[in-house]
């Protein structure tokens, strides 16, 4: 079965340092995987996606991810924090084909002081 | 382009009563999928559907769930004899065949139930 583990629950920065956000998976075949945002009382912002090719992604708002198959992992990054950024963020695997529901860890909730 | 779209946005009902939460998908969006998000569970898959095949059912958690989607388009998620622990955001979300299951999701439905 699939899974997705975020084990970081609460993260705070200061505003303008750098920010890594840890993803783990387990999957049976080549995944796609995808980070999405949600800011309070909002739905689910996609951030960035990766299906295959370039292990390194980029996606909106200054956020990139890197495609890790060797550690199963698919780590957010971005290089300098706006306060904007305050939100929780979800690491999520999926499939194209058959069961295509997407699972999804259980979310960082990123704070940004200033 | 409009994105998806869900109603109503908040609903506060009885226990026992029945509710109906409804999904506009993007147009031209053959997939739609239903998520359930609450504190003790996180992001949890519902019900899928794609084109004209039948919905992958498999996440309702009981039989008092249910859901349709007509003319491939609009769905409706229904509750019967809502119960405490129905209270969470319902999330739906919908993609294009093809499009490497990339979902869009919609501002949620938050559901309390008393």
């Known amino acids: 079965a699939q899974s997705v583990t975020q084990p970081d629950i609460h993260i705070t920065v200061s505003e303008g340092a750098s920010l890594e956000l840890r993803c783990n998976y387990s999957?049976?075949?080549?995944?796609?995987l995808f980070w999405y945002v949600q800011s309070p009382g909002q739905g689910l912002q996609l951030l960035l996606k990766?299906?295959?090719?370039?292990?390194l992604v980029q996606g909106i708002k200054g956020f990139e991810a890197e495609f890790k198959r060797s550690q199963s992992s698919f780590n957010l990054r971005k290089p300098s924090v706006h306060w904007s950024d305050a939100a929780e963020y979800f690491c999520?695997?999926?499939?194209?084909?058959?069961?295509?529901?997407?699972?999804f860890g259980s979310g960082t909730r990123l704070q940004v002081q200033p | 382009g409009a994105g998806v779209s869900q109603s109503p946005s908040n609903k506060v009902t009885e226990k026992g009563k029945d509710v109906e939460l409804r999904c506009d998908p993007i147009?031209?969006?053959?997939?739609l999928y239903w998520y359930r998000q609450s504190l003790g569970q996180g992001l949890e898959f519902l019900i899928y559907?794609?084109?004209?095949?039948?919905?992958?059912k498999s996440g309702l958690p009981s039989d008092r769930f249910s859901a349709e989607r007509t003319g491939g388009s609009v769905s409706t998620l229904t509750i019967q004899r809502t119960q405490q622990e129905d209270s969470a955001v319902y999330l739906c979300?919908?993609?294009?065949?093809?499009?490497?299951?990339?979902?869009?999701f919609g501002p949620g439905t938050r559901l309390t139930v008393t």
């Open positions: 979300a919908s993609s294009r065949q093809g499009g490497g299951n990339e979902q869009y």
């Open positions: 999957y049976g075949a080549t995944p796609y």
């Open positions: 990766y299906f295959s090719g370039d292990t």
């Open positions: 999520a695997v999926g499939a194209d084909t058959g069961r295509r529901a997407l699972t």
């Open positions: 147009s031209g969006h053959t997939a």
């Open positions: 559907f794609q084109g004209n095949s039948a919905p992958d």
